[in-house]
């Protein structure tokens, strides 16, 4: 494996913004509404911290995630607990 491919690897934080073109409640509800944006099956729930769901698309990707922080129209943190990409 290349010394590239073993640094990308270590790293463990995505942090992503981007703008939009709606209120801060309704952008929180849309980013809140998994199972409305998110086009594979969901299993488990989606909507309060300490929920844990996993996320199935295809044979491509399986991922669990866990709700570690929600403050209603302001952020919402995922954590990614265990994932398989499928290349």
């Not at 866990?66 to 290349?87: F, H, M, N």
């Amino acid at each position: 494996m290349s010394k590239r491919r073993r640094e990308a690897m270590n790293n463990k934080n995505l942090t992503t913004t981007f703008t939009v073109d709606q209120t801060p409640e309704e952008a929180f509800a849309a980013i809140n509404n998994v199972r409305g944006w998110w086009s594979g099956e969901i299993e488990g729930n989606t909507d309060k911290v300490g929920d844990e769901f996993t996320y199935r698309y295809q044979d491509l990707h399986r991922s669990k995630q866990k709700i570690t922080e929600l403050i209603p129209g302001k952020k919402v943190v995922l954590a990614c607990l265990d994932s398989q990409l499928t290349l």
